[in-house]
């Protein structure tokens, strides 16, 4: 079963930068699209940023120009660079990967594996 490895959070003040990581269990692992999603108590799992397979990025519009996702092929790890935080960044943060599309709904899609989440914290 695969598993994601996320790591990189920890507590920095607003205007600091962190850079999160997210590794396949399995080397040989590879998908379409990867993802960064984060959650704070009380509300859904907000979709951050994806990357696809060509490179292509797309990011929520509160983390543009601040937020950068990227992979290492080389080393099957993904990136989430995180510029200039503010305190509404606060939240656990996961990596996803693989998604799966409602035949029903095919705009809609969940992503089948997740990490265990790492923390990040922005104070004022």
């Known amino acids: 079963h695969l598993q994601l490895v996320d790591s990189?959070?920890?507590s920095v003040q607003?205007?600091?930068s962190l850079r999160l990581s997210c590794?396949?269990?399995d080397h040989r692992y590879r998908t379409?699209?990867?993802a960064w999603f984060r959650q704070t108590a009380g509300k859904e799992r907000e979709e951050v940023a994806?990357?696809?397979d060509d490179g292509s990025t797309t990011y929520t519009d509160t983390v543009k120009g601040r937020f950068t996702i990227s992979k290492d092929n080389a080393k099957n790890t993904l990136y989430l660079q995180m510029n200039?935080?503010?305190?509404e960044d606060t939240a656990m943060y996961y990596c996803a990967a693989e998604r799966w599309y409602d035949p029903a709904s095919p705009e809609k899609y969940e992503y089948v594996y997740w990490g265990q989440g790492t923390q990040v914290t922005v104070s004022s």
């Open 8 to 10: 990189g959070g920890g």
């Open 14 to 16: 607003a205007g600091g």
């Open 50 to 52: 994806v990357i696809d």
């Open 32 to 34: 379409q699209y990867m």
């Open 23 to 25: 590794t396949p269990s």
């Open 84 to 87: 200039s935080l503010k305190p």
